[in-house]
């Protein structure tokens, strides 16, 4: 059994400038795309995409992934209060990030930039996909140092069993932040490159393996994950929590989206 270590969330301070842990890890998650998928160009290259474009890119998802993880968080988890008190919507240093909700917000974002060079959304989410793993592998290690988003309680005897005190109980919970680091992280990033690198794939196929392996994952790993306290009436209702509810149908959609891709005459180069 472990103790959680009590990271500080703060990982610099210019006097009353402080730099958190969990921003820290969006930066590194946003460097990693640019400089990574600029490599890719050089040394594959890409029908449509130039490394000058990733700075576009990489723009529009920033505002998708912050807005979209904003807006997601306060009306799929917790609608009535924020409805209730618009402007606590802004207040985004008191926490509350969706990943679904970032998913659409960069959706919307690669879709509006697809337009704007006359080109398919496919073609640019299908090229963003694989790096997306690795992005949530550095979110949820920011996770992890927050000391947030727990797991559920475990067996006295797990080896890797950890006990977080700011949950309010020194029973030892499952690490899930770091199951889903492992999992959502460095096991989908894994299975993106193979499925990526083994052959070129039909237009959508990426996209569509991405959203399956990610709404698998996620679904399996919120049995280890503690609910959260907002949730319990869903959770009590349909024996799911919010998360596998909203992943049920990024699964449903990925199904679609990959079976369309396999009608489609177009293959782009990996």
Aim: aromatic fraction near 18%; hydrophobic fraction near 50%.
């Amino acid at each position: 059994m472990l103790m959680y270590p009590q990271f500080d969330p703060v990982a610099l301070s210019l006097g009353p400038v402080k730099f958190h842990w969990y921003g820290l890890m969006y930066v590194l998650s946003f460097m990693f795309f640019l400089y990574a998928g600029k490599w890719r160009i050089r040394k594959y290259g890409h029908p449509v995409l130039t490394e000058k474009m990733l700075d576009d890119i990489l723009l529009s998802v920033v505002i998708g992934t912050v807005v979209g993880g904003r807006l997601g968080f306060c009306l799929f988890y917790q609608p009535a209060f924020y409805l209730a008190n618009p402007f606590k919507i802004l207040q985004t240093w008191d926490g509350g990030m969706s990943f679904h909700g970032g998913m659409i917000g960069v959706f919307v974002a690669l879709y509006l930039f697809g337009r704007r060079i006359k080109s398919n959304f496919f073609v640019v989410s299908d090229f963003v996909a694989p790096f997306v793993p690795i992005c949530l592998l550095f979110g949820r290690i920011g996770n992890f140092i927050n000391g947030e988003l727990w797991g559920r309680f475990c067996s006295l005897t797990l080896p890797w069993g950890m006990v977080f005190p700011q949950s309010g109980s020194m029973l030892p919970r499952h690490p899930s932040q770091i199951y889903e680091a492992l999992t959502e992280g460095v096991l989908l990033f894994l299975i993106l490159l193979i499925y990526t690198t083994r052959k070129s794939r039909k237009l959508g196929q990426t996209s569509g393996v991405f959203m399956i392996g990610y709404g698998l994952a996620r679904f399996f790993l919120e049995f280890f994950r503690q609910p959260d306290s907002f949730a319990t009436g869903v959770v009590q209702a349909t024996g799911f929590s919010l998360g596998q509810f909203y992943s049920f149908p990024m699964i449903l959609v990925g199904l679609l989206i990959l079976w369309w891709g396999s009608k489609s005459k177009t293959n782009l180069e990996h």
